[in-house]
């Protein structure tokens, strides 16, 4: 079956970098757009960046446009989120998710990880 497993989480201070990497596994994800979102304590789950898996295209939300670079590596079957300037708004867990194309939903998730931006 589809697997997402996200790692690279940590705590990092202000202004600092982390680099998150999604490993997939289960299928082909030709024809799939990887994305990124993040949940940060009561609040609800956002959108942060997504990729299409064949053509590299990317998307951000604007609050980290400039800031973080969605990047994939095809023969790794992995997805990368480069987070540059960190601020303490950028604390969440953070979730690699992917969807058809063709569908608004993404109906595969990994399990998550966590940053931390001390200011």
């Known amino acids: 079956q589809v697997q997402l497993v996200e790692s690279g989480g940590g705590l990092v201070q202000a202004g600092g970098s982390l680099r998150l990497s999604c490993a997939a596994s289960?299928?082909?994800?030709?024809?799939?757009?990887m994305g990124w979102f993040r949940q940060a304590p009561g609040k609800e789950r956002e959108f942060v960046a997504r990729?299409?898996?064949?053509?590299?295209?990317?998307l951000y939300q604007d609050s980290v446009k400039g800031r973080f670079t969605v990047s994939r590596e095809i023969a790794k079957d992995t997805v990368y989120l480069q987070m540059n300037s960190l601020k303490p708004e950028d604390t969440a867990v953070y979730y690699c998710?992917?969807?058809?194309?063709?569908?608004?939903?993404?109906?595969?998730w990994g399990q998550g990880t966590q940053v931390t931006v001390s200011s």
């Open positions: 998710a992917a969807r058809l194309l063709s569908t608004r939903e993404y109906n595969y």
């Open positions: 990729i299409n898996w064949s053509t590299g295209t990317t």
């Open positions: 289960g299928r082909s994800f030709v024809g799939y757009t």
